[in-house]
């Protein structure tokens, strides 16, 4: 089954305190990318990449890394995060016309 | 890529058709019409999109008007499962994996299922 998988699917943690959120496709895309939601702002654009070690930010990319080692993977780092990047967090992959989200990935920093 | 407007909200009989309206009045000439759905937090779901023709899928169907201004998404038979956030995207579609980059989501349309 054709699906992108997120984890963890909740996590709460403390500010300062390093976290990365796995994201994984199998469908072989080459394009893949971050959105955080929040209410009132919508879906927002963190970082994307078109393929392995090719990145680039999005609309809201402070306070976040990424790294694509490989096609399939691509993880969202937050080297210290602070309580304002508590969020509702997506990774999508994409092929020429439909892109393809997770379940989410609900963070909380306090 | 084109405004889109949507109304925030409808509601729909559950059985009955679900026709939610999309505006993009400055929608250019190699703009397509996509249509995502989230249904409550959870990731969103490509439904559909078009260019000029209206499309069926096993999904829903797109009409576009002539003028391409506007579109309406229709679900023929809503089932309370389809009550979702439906979002109507105006972009263009090229040939690499990047023409789905950036997906700008608006407000879009709170669709309710009534039993």
């Known amino acids: 089954e054709a699906q992108v998988t997120q984890n963890p699917r909740y996590l709460i943690t403390v500010t300062g305190k390093k976290l990365t959120v796995t994201c994984s496709q199998n469908m072989n895309h080459e394009y893949m990318s971050w959105y955080r939601q929040d209410p009132g702002l919508g879906l927002r654009q963190i970082y994307y990449s078109m393929n392995v070690e090719v990145t680039d930010k999005g609309d809201v990319p402070e306070g976040y890394k990424v790294s694509r080692k490989e096609k399939r993977n691509f993880p969202l780092i937050l080297e210290s995060p602070s309580p304002n990047q508590t969020s509702l967090y997506f990774c999508a992959s994409a092929r020429n016309t439909e892109a393809f989200f997770g379940q989410g990935t609900r963070l909380t920093v306090v | 890529d084109a405004k889109t407007t949507q109304p925030p909200s409808m509601d729909c009989a559950e059985g009955r058709a679900a026709n939610l309206p999309c505006n993009h009045s400055?929608?250019?000439?190699?703009?397509?019409v996509y249509w995502y759905r989230q249904i409550h937090s959870q990731g969103p779901q490509y439904i559909i999109h078009g260019l000029k023709n209206n499309e069926t899928n096993e999904m829903a169907s797109l009409i576009i008007t002539e003028d391409r201004k506007s579109s309406t998404l229709i679900l023929p038979h809503a089932t309370l499962r389809d009550t979702a956030v439906y979002y109507c995207i105006v972009r263009v579609a090229r040939r690499t994996s990047g023409s789905a980059r950036q997906l700008t989501f608006g407000s879009g349309t709170q669709l309710t299922v009534l039993p």
């Open positions: 400055t929608i250019s000439g190699n703009e397509y």
